[in-house]
């Protein structure tokens, strides 16, 4: 979204984008937490997978595109090498 907007201004629009966002999200969640007592399952099952999640981008390579856009070759060489290996074993 902050893309269509100008260079000046995109900055300004990405701040109040993610602020109203995290407002949102924050109001949702505490209404649901105060409000719905059943919900409680849901919100922790929700929390362990975003952390499950979270603590796996520390193990999965950089896309092999973005490497060669940002003329980081080698990486991107040893990252194709890394998953034909993997491919080749199954």
Request: proline share 2%; with cysteine.
């Amino acid at each position: 979204m902050s893309e269509q907007f100008s260079v000046k201004t995109r900055g300004w629009a990405s701040t109040v984008k993610s602020y109203f966002e995290c407002s949102t999200l924050l109001i949702f969640t505490l209404s649901y937490m105060y409000l719905y007592r059943a919900t409680t399952i849901p919100m922790y099952l929700g929390l362990f997978l975003n952390l499950v999640s979270l603590t796996g981008l520390f193990y999965i390579d950089e896309s092999p595109i973005w490497l060669l856009k940002a003329q980081r070759y080698n990486e991107a060489r040893e990252v194709i090498a890394r998953v034909y290996k993997i491919n080749e074993s199954e």
